[in-house]
């Protein structure tokens, strides 16, 4: 009970008593106090974009149907687009040994449907164990620990999504244990349903070959990571971050809807550097899809794509900045899948590309409006791998590709609350 300084010295005179306050004062429920420690935040991401030079008029095939294939990015060409809007509602952890909250995340969008279990992207129990410096756990649903960037557009870089974090998952269900032993080292483990999404997925109801379940009941999905912090006698280079994750599990989304065991290793870093406002980074994914695998040796077992990106930052001004992104992509060829079917080599969107991907991003940022993003974005994808035209359509190619390059131009606009 809070009594302020004019009480008290009423209560000093003997005009009132303070039991007589205590018990007139309303009563605060315990739904009234958790209540009001949870805040609403999130954001509405629009964006047009433009592929130029697609110069489609075939029937039926849509505006620039072979164009590059990563996550966020399918649909998008030559239109307007509401990519995303994000309501989060959470209680956050505070100083307590003991203490408790939530997370929920609700997603809408054409970004959406590539999370796995929208609108839910999120939805998880946070608790603090006092256990050294204090053990923190997720349990629920929560997003996946490893990647340079995530699907919230805004936290990244750049507008559109790199090939890495198009071979990436996007969230588990299960817990996640996490402890900082130090300003300068944090580390998790996690033990999952699954490798991909899904709220009710488990590995032995979907890992299922001729009606017959081919992994135990107690199949889960693992994953770990490691983040180091540079410390303040590196110099320039204090504060730099690195980042290592592994994740191994049942993925459903693999070989043509038969699915198998998955691997992903993922290495991050970004280095601050001795020019004021410049920041570099590095990112390095690899997925595998395992030989010994549910699918044995089959057409579909042994696949792998892997993907490295570097990634330069410039804060101009207070309001300009300036963001640079280069890749390599490539992956394994996709041998047919049962019955036929095409098989996807790897968790995501790049089924769809050439064997090997170039690509160069440049995105201009500039803050006009309170707690608006607002940014133009120039990329370029070029097939690598010397093998047929990947991209375009015109004509007279009747859906095929004509061309071994794709630029496009997008505008994002995302305002956050």
Do not use: C
Not at 221 to 249: K, Q, R, V
Not at 397 to 409: E, F, I, Q
């Amino acid at each position: 009970m809070k009594i302020n300084t004019w009480t008290l010295g009423l209560a000093a005179v003997g005009l009132v008593t303070l039991p007589s306050i205590s018990q007139a004062e309303e009563k605060v429920s315990p739904l009234g106090t958790a209540l009001s420690s949870t805040t609403i935040s999130g954001y509405v991401s629009t964006s047009a974009r433009w592929d130029l030079g697609t110069g489609s008029r075939t029937p039926g095939s849509g505006n620039n149907p072979n164009a590059p294939a990563y996550v966020y990015g399918g649909g998008k060409a030559d239109g307007f687009n509401m990519d995303a809007v994000l309501v989060r509602i959470s209680k956050p952890l505070d100083e307590a040994q003991w203490a408790a909250g939530y997370t929920v995340d609700l997603l809408y969008g054409a970004d959406a449907g590539a999370i796995g279990q929208a609108p839910l992207s999120q939805a998880y129990v946070q608790l603090r164990a006092p256990v050294g410096n204090g053990l923190d756990f997720k349990m629920g649903l929560f997003d996946t620990i490893i990647g340079y960037e995530s699907y919230h557009a805004g936290n990244n870089p750049n507008y559109s999504r790199s090939y890495g974090n198009s071979i990436e998952p996007t969230q588990h269900t299960g817990v996640l244990a996490s402890y900082q032993f130090s300003d300068l080292v944090t580390a998790s483990f996690g033990i999952a349903n699954t490798f991909g999404p899904g709220i009710g997925g488990r590995a032995f109801n979907q890992a299922v070959v001729l009606g017959v379940n081919t992994v135990n009941e107690s199949y889960k999905t693992y994953m770990a990571s490691i983040a180091l912090t540079a410390p303040e006698s590196f110099g320039f280079a204090a504060g730099s971050t690195l980042y290592i994750g592994a994740i191994n599990g049942f993925n459903a989304a693999t070989t043509a809807g038969v699915g198998a065991n998955q691997s992903s290793i993922y290495v991050g870093s970004t280095l601050n550097t001795p020019v004021k406002g410049l920041k570099v980074g590095a990112s390095y994914d690899y997925v595998a899809i395992h030989k010994n695998s549910i699918v044995g040796g089959g057409p579909n077992a042994g696949l792998y794509a892997n993907a490295a990106a570097l990634y330069a930052s410039y804060q101009a001004t207070e309001k300009l900045s300036l963001h640079t992104r280069g890749e390599y992509f490539s992956r394994s060829k996709i041998s047919a899948g049962p019955g036929g079917a095409a098989a996807a080599p790897v968790v995501g969107a790049t089924a769809g590309n050439p064997t090997k991907v170039l690509a160069l991003t440049e995105t201009i940022q500039y803050d006009l409006w309170a707690n608006v993003i607002s940014r133009l974005e120039l990329r370029w994808d070029h097939q690598a791998d010397g093998s047929g035209k990947a991209y375009g359509n015109n004509s007279t190619t009747g859906g095929v590709g004509s061309r071994r390059n794709n630029y496009t131009v997008s505008a994002n606009v995302i305002y956050k609350f």
